[in-house]
């Protein structure tokens, strides 16, 4: 009962009374009477449970619980912090707590579509390697050196990546694409910016989870990526690059299958398809796409924070109808959550680290009313 309970608590910052509690508990194991939750509640408070008023509880903020979780495939451990209060502008609401506790309790077919940036690297976000990135020493992070005077944003080097690397980035691409599947309607995207060193493993990962691969939208931008010499070997192979010079990003493409025809599909759900840029227009594959401007990198600062000119771009595509919400996982510094306000759309941000939470709750509404170039 303590796990079902906590689980009924762990996304509600402003808590619940016994009766919406004891509802949650019965979902979730069965039928339960109010008078035992009531009992549980007072036994653990204050060890675990905060009374804020009346019959209503909150989980105890300085609490920290260890929850089972188990999917088709894989056991694991949820630990459950309570979360901040949620941030809100607009239409956008912003979770600070960790994707995969939200998506295990989220409610099933009520996220339209997906657009994020996920940590494909997954040793890049680890807190060791962000201390590095912060204090500009590097590690997994290459930090280049300033060009024209500009100084260059680091980049995550995946070619450091070992074999168990790769394969902890498939697991996890897995694990958080089963969790995903219940939550999206039929025929939900699913867009997943990606690298063309790792796009396999990703696809192959989320493939295997039920979504179906619909292609990639190649978003051309020059990066920093690729195109050196050999290192310390610079003279003696001055007409040879390691690797091409990367002048693109893929955005994998996935959808949750539909219901019927597309047609009947969009009737009932709202999506199948993608939203044209005009009747004449079909959405393309292909986005011409500048690198993320000084002006956005200094109101959201965040090493992999996309342009708003390409975001809304997709963002608009991926609800063919204009209707629904648009779900960002790993939101970061919340720029797929203010791509989806400049366009009157309804959002949801997942992000766990507590100071790209604060960047993002400043960076919203700002990015939301630049003019994309």
Known sequence: MRDAIIETLAYRPRGATVAEIAQGVSERIGPTPPSSIRSYLRLNTPKLFTKIDRGHYVVREEAQVTLPFTDRQNDYRLVVTPPREAFRFGN?????????????????????AVVTDP???????????????????????????????NKRSPLPRFTVLSRDDIGDLERFFFSWTRLLFPVVVPGAHVLIASNPLLSFVVANAVTRAGFERRGEIIRLTMTMRGGDRPKAAHTEFAEVSVMPRSMWEPWLIFRKPIEGRVQD???????????????????????????TRKVERVLAPHPS?????????????????GEGTILDPFAGAGSTLAAAEALGYNSIGIEKDSRYFDVARLAIPKL??????
């Open 119 to 149: 940590p494909y690297g997954l040793v890049e976000y680890s807190e060791e390697e962000q201390a590095k990135l912060r204090a500009g020493r590097g590690g997994v992070w290459r930090i280049p050196p300033s060009f024209d005077g």
């Open 265 to 291: 599909n969009l009737r009932r759900w709202k999506t199948g398809g993608f939203r044209r840029p005009s009747k004449d227009q079909p959405f393309g594959d292909v986005i011409a796409s500048a690198p």
């Open 368 to 373: 939301r009313a630049l003019k994309p170039s």
């Open 305 to 321: 924070l996309k342009p708003q000119a390409f975001l809304r771009k997709i963002v608009r595509a991926v609800l063919p109808l």
């Open 92 to 112: 956008a609401t912003l979770i600070h707590g960790d994707c995969f506790e939200w998506l295990a309790n989220a409610q099933t077919n009520s996220i339209e």
